[in-house]
């Protein structure tokens, strides 16, 4: 099993900048994929940064050059760092690791509780 733990979401102005962190915790799994997703009212779930254990990230269009996704494997945790935050980004932020089991080398999804983003204009 598994376990996602998220902070750093908060009230922020317009053109202010968040850090969310997400720690994974668990025994005997290796953590793959570790992304970040949101959701904003009325709308469906959406992925706003993934990255790899080798480092490869990508970006939704909507966050390019202003978001930056990057992971300390050592700490199994992965961070968003979020700059010239617009209204847009107000969504509930949930943190996704994929994660394979050291002993059946099975694969599993894990899902954080979710941390709130508002972001004022």
């Known amino acids: 099993q598994v376990q996602l733990l998220e902070s750093g979401g908060g009230l922020v102005q317009a053109g202010g900048s968040l850090r969310l962190s997400c720690a994974a915790s668990?025994?005997?799994?290796?953590?793959?994929?570790m992304a970040w997703y949101r959701q904003a009212p009325g709308k469906q779930r959406e992925l706003v940064a993934s990255?790899?254990?080798?480092?490869?990230?990508n970006y939704a269009d909507s966050v390019k050059g202003r978001f930056t996704i990057s992971r300390d494997n050592a700490k199994n945790t992965v961070y968003l760092q979020m700059n010239n935050l617009k209204p847009e980004d107000t969504a509930i932020y949930y943190c996704n690791a994929g994660a394979r089991s050291d002993i059946t080398y099975r694969h599993y999804s894990y899902w954080g509780q979710g941390t709130q983003v508002t972001v004022s204009s």
């Open positions: 990255i790899i254990s080798g480092g490869t990230v």
């Open positions: 668990g025994r005997d799994f290796s953590i793959n994929t």
